[in-house]
């Protein structure tokens, strides 16, 4: 491909890109390599100067040029940064970087899902994308405007501002493949809502309106430089997956591919200038994953400009393995060296980026995702960390773990977002076809039958923001209410509860589901990897699943193939006692790994039956603690104050100063009130705490322009008890108007010194409150943190309490399984309607309950299985019927109420009856499937 045969590929929506021989000599004419230049030779062409510096071991980088100097090719003895060109080249002269490499470096899928057109879903899942098709999903576009007007299909509801960057792009996204696998099916013709059409528009008006940069969608830099963009991702991605149905060597599937490839061209170039921040920067992962699909795909002449977008992603990236690894200190990206937020190991006060939870299930992948480039066996296990450190400090029943809207610990009553639920989904796929470990894959399918069912309604009409294990509400304007960083209508059922991002991102759940169902595997076997009702015809075979599985046990795989295959099953880690049959012969089976059966030439039958049985988990709930207070000494006692040692609430966050290598805390916008608390309580052993001492530096919000007054902000220092309640305010700063950030320049130390004589016979919190008034805070953490010292009297309390409790036993929880199903104790729905939309006329709903749930398990009774209605041919995730219950014998625990209109925590198990109020009258419960309820209880105390 020559040079000037490139630019002109890449100035219109052409095909040239995508069809001509693949060259890595081209190199990337949007980036240069400057540094390590360690000879210069003539050089003609791009072409002439990779293939020399691909001859000389010494050479790992090269640079060519023709514009100023004649034809110059400089050969680099190191990889240089990447960099934009100093100045823009004309259409006079051309130049290109690269590196000495005539072949992709990735590391091959070890599995790669099969065309999602290829793919014909049946039985109960042809049934729920239909439900998809006709209920929400498929009338978004028809009456509300963050879809119907949206700017990407012709409108302009969301050309400006945060909507675009969040809302509608996540729609289409879920869209292409839904509709693919529905016309594959056939039932497309049955959906009573033409989302073909739908789908059809968008994509045009995307592909006609691209704007001469390569730009998808509003270009207004919403979130300024270096956020914006993550806005256009989605709708890139669901272009790609329109051009894999289309076919990629067809002219429209090349149409769509070569707009991506312009797109990526446009945001590498402006990520050169302008590095990622905010949400870009934590999803830098999704852009890489994307980038890797289309180069999978083919880009002859851009492999290079790829390879170096994602590197550029990469270096520009958010530190996951950091902040799983909690080094406090960055390893990689941005990130390097500096200050890093580590892992969440209990529920948050604040919103923050690095502990939200849609972010981290979007993270889950990061380590797989650049596994694919390092070839480092330890990136590959950062996967594992993830998900071990998820379950361990946040884990819930369902699958996942909790995030209302950040990290929200092990408490039951915590709440997991939508938008967390098919992120998690999509990348545990995408970790399990690099990676090949089926784990990955078992955990997918506890989150598709519990977690995402059991978050919107039967017929895919309402959905929430957040689910809980333990519901027993679920309304609009619940207040006060558990979560900490979502809104009170997050637990209602609806359009579009709390915010609207989950409204369109859930589209991408059960489509993203069926296309992992089968898969390719490296030496061309054929994997079916989620055992699931489908059928594919691909590459001469034919593979047919004829199940009803979760709902049974047994799966039946029919193969008819021409030529000699081998064919794998997933076999889940579960299913311990699994029995197989290939044409009538048993197999050996061993569970969590994939069965492999070489077949030949003709017709093949498969019977699986993997025999599930009741299992009990306990250990649910908060994990024990241990309080290590700030304890009386004569001498009085100090602590630093550090991110490790305060817990940040309100609105306050731990924000990078304008020292970069320092944090400061940052207290909110103006008019918010934010708390920073000392994380150990003070434990006084019933003397008085007499005094407490520190020095602090601030920055006040930018100066307000001329003739604006703002009222300044101040600080109060407040001993509070444990159950919240304020015992004393000991120092009150005077509001603070001096030392603007837009200076720079911190306040000199200010010194605290409080002398007051408050009773120490509990415990008491030390809280810092910020009060933002017209302008915010910034107080400054220095690296060696901020030393707070205490003085205690001698003089004892009179009537000294009992010595405080300082250890807090697990909850201990148990939940009941049976497979891959979470069973739960479903609740009676009171339904009360919130609002009407129109024109279709669907409401939001209240759901409350009059039924009784607070009871314990009796552990040693036995649990039985019941056979129920089986699957239910219209509902598959119907609330009235089920294909199983199970029995268990259960007392009243009159003691377990209700707290801030949630189920409050579980008591300890194995319950102390005496202090729980036991009941005397033993009664049996019917748990049904977790995905099958709206109100539940999950897990239970036990005796």
Known sequence: VHSSTLRSCLAVVSTCLLVAEAKWSDGNYMADRPGSAYLSIAAKTVEECHSKCFQLSQCQAWSFSNCSTGYTCQLKNAKPTLQPWSSVPSTLCYRASGLSIASDPRRKLEFKSLPIGSIAPQGWLDRQLVIMAEGLSGHLDLFWPFVQHSVYAGGDFDRVGANHARISPYWLNGMVPMVALLNTSGSIASVRVNVTDQVEAWVWNVLSNQSASGWLGPDDNYGGYGNAYWNGWDIAEALVQYAIVKNTTSDLGQKCLSAVVRYIAEVHRRMLTHPTSSWSQNRWQDWVYLIDLVADLGAAGQEQMLLDAVEQAQAQSWDWDGYYQRTGVGTSGAYLGQPLAKFATTGVFSWNQADHGVDNAMGTKSCAIWYRHTHNRSDAEGSYLKLIMQDRYHGQPHGMFSADECFGGRALNRGIELCAVVEQMFSLGIVFQIQGDVRFLDRLEMIAFNAWPGTVTPDMWQHQYVQQANEINAAYDTTPHVWITDG????????????????????????????????????????????????????????????????????????????????????????????????????????????????????????????????????????????????????????????DTLTLMGAATFEYGKDPKTQDICTGKPGQVSNIRVALPVNGQNHYLTRLSFNYSYLVGYTPPPGVVKAGSCLQVVLVNQAGNDVQVIYQSPNYTDHSWGKGIYSPPVPVDAHFNVPNDELLYIELRAFNNGRNLNLHLPPTGIALTLEWGTELVPNPRPAPALVTPATNALALKYGPLRFALPLTEQRTVQYVWEPFHNVNYNMKTNSTWNYALLRNESAVLHTASGVVADLPFDISQHPYVIAVKAVRLHGWQVSNNAASEPPPSPVDCQRWQCGSDVVTLLLVPYGQTDLRITAFPWI
Not at 507 to 528: C, D, R, S
Not at 532 to 547: E, K
Request: hydrophobic fraction near 40%; aromatic fraction near 8%; glycine fraction near 8%.
């Open 488 to 643: 009170p209508d997050a637990a209602g059922f609806g359009v579009a509860p709390n915010f609207p991002c989950c409204t369109t991102n859930m589209q991408q759940g059960w489509p993203k589901y069926a296309g992992n169902i089968f898969m390719e595997g490296q030496n061309g076997t054929l994997v079916v990897a989620l055992l699931a009702p489908a059928a594919t015809q691909y590459l001469g075979r034919r593979v047919v699943i004829n199940t009803s599985y979760p709902f049974t046990s047994t799966v039946a795989i029919h193969v008819s193939t021409g030529d000699t295959i081998t064919l794998q099953v997933r076999i889940p880690g579960w299913a311990d006692e699994a029995e197989a049959h290939i044409d009538g012969h048993q197999v050996t089976v061993v569970n969590g790994t994939l069965l492999t059966l070489p077949l030949t030439p003709t017709e093949h039958l498969l019977l699986l039956d993997l025999h599930p049985r009741i299992t009990m988990d306990d250990g649910w709930g908060l994990a024990r603690t241990e309080l290590n207070p700030i304890n009386y000494s004569t001498a009085g006692s100090s602590i630093l104050l550090t991110p």
